[in-house]
């Protein structure tokens, strides 16, 4: 079964922490895994993506406050969040490719008050 499946999402005053997890299938393993994030009202951006090697990168806006991490051992990808600005409402999604197919998680929002 091919799955992405986000989780942690909540509502946080600004300047606050949360984490979200996404659980990969293990047809992921190996793969690039991605955070993107819509939002409202707004197109989808990249936020942050980690290498199967755990190489990293972030969008610039959150650079310094959001940090990507994997745990292959549980099939799970973090991304940890903080310094939280109201900008950053969005809901949150996890993206993989796999061979010529995308896939994408079901989102899970993140909502910051001010």
């Known amino acids: 079964q091919v799955k992405l499946e986000e989780s942690g999402g909540g509502l946080v005053q600004a300047g606050g922490s949360l984490t979200l997890s996404c659980a990969v299938s293990?047809?992921?393993?190996?793969?690039?895994i991605t955070w993107y994030r819509r939002p409202p009202g707004k197109q989808r951006e990249l936020v942050a993506g980690?290498?199967?090697?755990?190489?990293?990168n972030y969008a610039d806006s959150v650079k310094g406050r959001f940090t990507i991490s994997r745990d292959n051992a549980k099939n799970k990808v973090y991304l940890q969040m903080s310094l939280l600005k109201p900008e950053d409402t969005a809901v949150y999604y996890c993206?993989?490719?796999?061979?010529?197919?995308?896939?994408w998680g079901q989102g899970t929002q993140v909502t910051v008050s001010s």
């Open positions: 993206y993989a490719r796999l061979g010529a197919y995308d896939y």
């Open positions: 293990d047809s992921f393993r190996l793969n690039t």
């Open positions: 980690i290498g199967s090697g755990g190489s990293t």
